[in-house]
């Protein structure tokens, strides 16, 4: 076939593909239109999931009657005039494509009143085709956008989309990230004659918690984190939902850059990190972020649907972005007078003071003597846990030389505390305490864990974490690969106070431990590592360093069904209230919940 130019009408709706993907596009360019017209009042009605009538409403500024047509001609704008325009580009929109990608796959009729002008002028197409003359209209100011039959002269694309139900739900999302948006502009839209979305508008200096509770729902608000930092050229602000509020897909993430709604990998990448250490992996954060930067640091010119954006300082944004989200996730405290419901039972949050100061743990691990064949022995002086500070699991517990370890002072009863005062263990699982407002419910392994990996992430952050040679080597078989890979991991194990050495094929010798693991399961922990080693060669030395520091405090922290005395479990309560990201454990599981008085009230029904 011989090489030849393609006729416009083809080479529009090919360009039409990359604007207008679905109904929701189509309200997403249009809205955003109308938002740089200067509207501050947005009515949108759709009918048959938008395929079959959308129609956008608002009283911004207006087009002229001789600008009309020109507003139908692919790269006209009003927004830009030079690449310098461009370059610090503060408008939604200024490609100049929406509106000619739009009529080329469907019927449109645009209609619009200046305030400078007697009536209103109206142009209408079908496809490419386009009457030359407006015709007077009526319409008090403004303009109206009408777009029928989406997709007629496409059936190949349209036969792409999903049910009316489903493209009803895109468009409904697209209009609420856009009026999350936009605070002081009224938006209010209906599908087939119902009224889906009524908002009205906000004071533009207030922070935005009304528009997001009528946006995302109380329960979201009511879960949330409010969140406003500020650097040089940099600031963020908005709401970060609980973990514990986390959801099954991502559903409830919105995410601006200087007012526009992105999907940016390198935002996403930050806020992946920054939860991380407190939400299982198939757990999504809920979150509305507004990220405020000097136009100039952007490029927002970088696909046509303009939600992708590349940064001049990218390490900067992550960096700060990432911050700003670990920081309010660690420093959430315990409020008494408020109720933050997930489902039945709400999960705590609390501000830790300084690790360095926590004491010893009265709780115990379980006993050497059945855990493991190995026994530790005394503990060298370069590598004393009283010179490093690192407080051990298990204070009660032997130090290895027969010598009980002197039993702390008695922990007096703290109803008033965050979690209150153990009165009693569950089925050796649950930890049962009372606080001011009722029942707190512990999950003591989960807890465990979390207070022992921030222990040594801590403790490694200060160096090497201290090990303690064993009487006795003791020798571990493993399969060949996993030796192999176990042995190319011996040296970064070796900061994390694993000794060994290759003794065969099969075979490896473990020398040395960590206090903490004395009484673990050290071959099924090395196991796990090498199980995890094939996929960390694409994660990052961070990310690497916290798996295997996760394991190790999985594999040490408290087992189900192991008993333990009231001292021991107002020990672990005290503690994690001195531990950052107790509200969950390394998997993201909540470690605690409370159930108040009301709450008990009324399982007895008592007050009826």
């Excluded at 360019?29 to 200067?38: Q, S, T």
């Excluded at 207006?62 to 580009?89: F, N, W």
């Excluded at 796959?105 to 142009?123: I, K, N, P």
């Amino acid at each position: 076939m011989p090489i030849r130019l393609l006729p416009d009408t083809l080479v529009n709706q090919i360009k039409a593909g990359e604007v207008v993907e679905r109904p929701a596009a189509v309200v997403k360019e249009l809205v955003e239109n109308a938002l740089d017209a200067g509207a501050t009042r947005i009515e949108v009605e759709a009918e048959q999931g938008g395929l079959g009538l959308l129609r956008i409403r608002d009283n911004g500024h207006g087009i002229a009657r001789d600008e009309l047509l020109l507003a139908l001609q692919r790269h006209a704008t009003s927004k830009i005039l030079s690449l310098e325009d461009l370059e610090g580009v503060c408008s939604l929109g200024f490609r100049g494509e929406a509106l000619p990608s739009i009529l080329s796959v469907s019927r449109l009729s645009l209609t619009s009143r200046r305030v400078d002008e007697d009536h209103a002028w109206r142009v209408h197409g079908d496809g490419d085709v386009m009457v030359q003359t407006p015709e007077p209209a009526a319409l008090a100011g403004g303009t109206v956008v009408e777009v029928r039959d989406l997709f007629y002269n496409t059936p190949a694309r349209r036969k792409f989309l999903k049910s009316d139900g489903t493209e009803f739900r895109h468009v409904d999302q697209a209009l609420r990230r856009l009026a999350l948006a936009r605070r002081e502009v009224a938006f209010s839209w209906s599908h087939n004659g119902k009224r889906v979305l009524d908002l009205r508008p906000l004071d533009v200096l207030g922070n935005g918690e009304e528009r997001v509770r009528e946006v995302c729902g109380p329960d979201f608000i009511a879960n949330a984190l409010h969140v406003d930092e500020e650097r040089v050229g940099l600031r963020l602000h908005g709401w970060l939902g609980l973990p514990a509020f986390s959801r099954s897909q991502p559903d409830l993430q919105y995410l601006y850059v200087n007012g526009r709604a992105v999907r940016d990998r390198l935002l996403a990448g930050a806020l992946r990190r920054a939860f991380a250490d407190v939400m299982h992996s198939t757990r999504y954060p809920a979150f509305v972020l507004y990220l405020d930067i000097d136009p100039r640091g952007v490029d927002v010119n970088v696909h046509p649907q303009k939600t992708e954006v590349r940064f001049r300082d990218a390490a900067r944004v992550h960096e700060m972005l990432f911050g700003v989200v670990h920081r309010a996730l660690r420093d959430v405290r315990p409020d008494p007078q408020q109720h933050h419901r997930v489902g039945a039972a709400e999960a705590g949050s609390f501000v830790p003071t300084s690790l360095v100061t926590q004491t010893r743990l009265p709780y115990p691990a379980a006993p050497t003597s059945t855990s493991a064949p190995w026994r530790i022995a005394e503990p060298r002086a370069a590598d004393s846990v009283d010179q490093t500070g690192w407080a051990l699991l298990d204070a009660a517990r032997s130090d290895g030389l027969g010598t009980p370890a002197p039993a702390p002072a008695p922990v007096d009863p703290v109803r008033s505390a965050p979690l209150g005062q153990a009165v009693a263990q569950l089925h050796g699982i649950y930890i049962l305490a009372q606080n001011e407002r009722g029942l707190v419910l512990v999950d003591a392994h989960a807890a465990h864990e979390r207070v022992l990996y921030e222990r040594l992430k801590q403790q490694l952050a200060q160096g090497p974490i201290p090990s303690q040679q064993l009487l006795v080597p003791a020798v571990l078989k493993f399969a060949e690969d996993q030796a192999d890979a176990l042995e190319r991991q011996r040296d970064a194990l070796r900061d994390f106070g694993l000794e060994f050495d290759r003794m065969g094929p099969q075979a490896l010798a473990l020398r040395a431990v960590p206090p903490l693991l004395a009484g673990a399961d050290l071959e099924a922990l090395l196991r796990s590592l090498v199980d995890d080693e094939s996929q960390a060669h694409v994660d990052e030395v961070r990310n690497a360093q916290e798996r295997v520091l996760a394991e190790m405090a999985c594999k040490a922290a408290i087992k189900a069904h192991r008993s333990l005395n009231l001292h021991e479990m107002n020990a672990l309560l005290r503690d994690m209230e001195r531990t950052e990201f107790a509200n969950q454990c390394n998997h993201g599981r909540p470690t605690w919940a409370q159930l108040d008085m009301n709450e008990l009230d009324r399982l007895f029904l008592r007050g009826r």
